[in-house]
């Protein structure tokens, strides 16, 4: 593995690079800045996010973290966070390293997120960190989570451990963004997701609906539903398309790992869903939630209740209460919740300033028509002060179609 700074290329480092003060916080003065050893550790940070990364779906509702063991240059233990009640990411990568007969003693760590310090489904990462001898702990982001939050750092300086912070904490903010926001305010993530025409329809103006975009960026879609906890849609999409909402190969084959198939949420005031839908009715039908109004026909909800699970809500002008139901989702553990139309759907979710980020696919094409369905629909906004702005955006090429994903910036 090099360690030879000037092999590390790329965009991240050059930015980390730039707001080289603020990730130096916990590092000293500025003075004694060591360029060298910083670029070794943007290039070992890199390579533990990539590890991290590899828990893509998997870890909810627990981060997706990776480490590394450095020695002498040298990478000697790997590892990442598999599934919750799993071992942590730091304890695979001190495993790894004995695996191969190396003793981690006198070694770096470098981890995505500031290691656990208590008790939870597994023990404390601190403990291990200490007793395996490790000399220098560097790490990506602090932990979030109020149970651990800082006192990781403490812990390892009082066992006179080198600690340094923020290193490519950006990266990592971004990975975990769904479950930052999940392990403090216990609600979860919501994306709006929308593939539309590059004139913002998602339809014909008669109803007809097919994949607008081309396969690449419906692979992107697909990674993205498996990254999540759950993906809701109203009940007018299912009863257009009659979807199945599970991350599937274009052949229909799910995504890995069926095992954890996301939660299907159907938004259903008035229990419509027909008890032959896609949702209701196949094999994946133990991740079906259905969120009918406290208003609902009593038959229909018993009948649907025999085949999915079914919760019944308050409602909020006639519709479900959205706040409840982000609220209910989040007890439940679920840290993120990928909105899929339909537009009215979607425009429930922003209106309310409930949405934290959109994806927005645009395909080259241009369907027309004035009363053809759009991405986003609702009552819109009445004057300029009530228009959504978004932040933190990013425009990318997928194929032929544009992709957009960006936070809202309420
Ligand atoms: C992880 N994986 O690699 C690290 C985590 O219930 P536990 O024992 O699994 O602890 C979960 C907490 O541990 C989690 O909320 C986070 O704050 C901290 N660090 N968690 O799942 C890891 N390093
Ligand atoms: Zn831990």
């Not at 913002?200 to 008669?206: D, E, Q, R, S």
């Not at 053809?372 to 959504?388: C, I, R, Y």
Request: proline share 6%; charged share 20%.
């Amino acid at each position: 593995m090099a360690t030879n700074p000037s092999a590390i290329k790329g965009r991240e480092q050059t930015d980390d690079l730039r707001r080289l003060p603020k990730s130096l916080e916990t590092a000293g003065h500025i003075e004694n800045f060591d360029a060298r050893q910083h670029a070794c550790d943007v290039h070992w940070m890199r390579l533990a996010l990539g590890l991290a990364r590899k828990g893509w779906g998997r870890t909810s509702p627990n981060p997706m973290v990776g480490a590394v063991l450095v020695k002498a240059g040298k990478l000697i233990g790997k590892g990442w966070h598999k599934r919750a009640g799993q071992p942590h990411a730091e304890i695979e990568a001190l495993c790894d390293a004995e695996s191969k007969g190396i003793s981690p003693e006198g070694s770096m760590l470098y981890v995505t997120l500031e290691p656990c310090s208590t008790h939870g489904r597994t023990p404390p990462c601190t403990d291990a960190i200490i007793a395996a001898g490790i000399k220098r702990v560097v790490m990506a982001t602090v932990d979030p989570n109020p149970r651990h939050s800082g006192r990781g750092i403490d812990l390892l300086r009082h066992a006179s451990i080198e600690v340094i912070t923020g290193c490519l904490a950006h990266s990592a903010e971004r990975l975990n963004e769904s479950w930052n926001h999940w392990i403090l305010h216990r609600t979860p993530w919501v994306i709006v997701k929308a593939a539309m025409t590059l004139d913002g329809k998602i339809a014909t103006v008669n109803g007809e609906s097919k994949w607008i975009t081309g396969p690449l960026a419906r692979a992107y879609s697909m990674r993205i539903r498996r990254g999540v906890d759950a993906v809701l849609v109203g009940i007018n999409t299912v009863l257009a398309d009659n979807p199945s909402l599970t991350p599937h190969h274009p052949d229909g084959t799910i995504l890995p790992p069926a095992s954890r198939l996301p939660k299907r949420v159907v938004l259903d005031t008035h229990a419509r869903t027909p008890l032959s839908a896609r949702l209701v009715s196949d094999d994946h039908r133990d991740s079906t939630l259905i969120v009918v109004g406290e208003n609902a026909p009593h038959r229909r909800v018993e009948s649907l209740s025999r085949q999915v699970t079914v919760w019944s809500a308050p409602l909020q002008n006639g519709r479900i209460d959205l706040h409840w139901l982000l609220n209910r989702l989040g007890e439940e553990e679920i840290t993120s919740v990928l909105v899929e139309g339909g537009g009215e759907v979607n425009a429930s979710f922003l209106a309310n300033k409930l949405a934290h980020r959109v994806v927005f696919l645009y395909a080259p094409r241009i369907l027309g028509g004035r009363d053809a369905p759009k991405s986003v629909a609702g009552l819109g906004a009445g004057n300029w002060h009530e228009v959504l702005k978004l932040t933190a955006v990013k425009w990318r090429r997928i194929g032929p179609d544009l992709l957009l994903s960006a936070r809202l910036a309420y």
